[in-house]
T-cell receptor, first 112, second 110 residues
Framework: EAQVTQNPRYLITVTGKKLTVTCSQN?????MSWYRQDPGLGLRQIYY???????DKGDVPEGYKVSRKEKRNFPLILESPSPNQTSLYFCASSLRGKETQYFGPGTRLLVL | GENVEQHPSTLSVQEGDSAVIKCTYS??????FPWYKQELGKRPQLIIDIRSNVGEKKDQRIAVTLNKTAKHFSLHITETQPEDSAVYFCAASQWQKVTFGTGTKLQVIP
């Protein structure tokens, strides 16, 4: 089944404890993105990647890192999480030349 | 950078009526405008999209119009049904740089 998966789906952590949210897609998509969703603010793009080893900042990249070492994976890294990073995070992928994005199920993060 | 404004933030309609959601964007370089539907607790799902070289697109009860000169685009849902109740997001993008609107919560009253 063609899909985008994220792990974990729910995470409670404490300020400063490094964490990684994984994202994987099995559709051979070149493009992948990370978004955060907050009430009243919609979805905001954190980082995107147009291919392996090619990443670029979205609108809200501060406090986040990403890497794209393999085509199928695009992990989101929070080196020192803070409470203002409490949010719902979505990963998405799309095929080059086709802008339609397929979203993962989301990861709900709470930083205490 | 791009700025997308979406109105209204909430919309209630009677079943069978039409619903219209409007978005404006600021960057004339944006060339792709998708609309997503997000049901409670679910991921956003694309319902319709339009590219900058097209003025209107329709898919059954859903249509999108784009006015490039005025930099605004709209979602039209006709003959609304209770299952249309959800949050709808517009977006404007250039390549993979995507900016979303803040969402419209649509309630269809049976």
């Amino acid at each position: 089944e063609a899909q985008v998966t994220q792990n974990p789906r729910y995470l409670i952590t404490v300020t400063g404890k490094k964490l990684t949210v994984t994202c994987s897609q099995n559709m051979n998509h070149e493009y992948m993105s990370w978004y955060r969703q907050d009430p009243g603010l919609g979805l905001r793009q954190i980082y995107y990647s147009m291919n392996v080893e090619v990443t670029d900042k979205g609108d809200v990249p501060e406090g986040y890192k990403v890497s794209r070492k393999e085509k199928r994976n695009f992990p989101l890294i929070l080196e020192s999480p803070s409470p203002n990073q409490t949010s719902l995070y979505f990963c998405a992928s799309s095929l080059r030349g086709k802008e339609t994005q397929y979203f993962g199920p989301g990861t709900r993060l709470l930083v205490l | 950078g791009e700025n997308v404004e979406q109105h209204p933030s909430t919309l209630s309609v009677q079943e069978g009526d039409s619903a219209v959601i409007k978005c404006t964007y600021s960057d004339s370089a944006s060339n792709y405008f998708p609309w997503y539907k997000q049901e409670l607790g679910k991921r956003p799902q694309l319902i319709i999209d339009i590219r900058s070289n097209v003025g209107e697109k329709k898919d059954q009860r859903i249509a999108v119009t784009l006015n490039k000169t005025a930099k605004h685009f709209s979602l039209h849902i006709t003959e609304t049904q209770p299952e249309d109740s959800a949050v709808y997001f517009c977006a404007a993008s250039q390549w993979q740089k995507v900016t979303f609107g803040t969402g419209t919560k649509l309630q269809v009253i049976p």
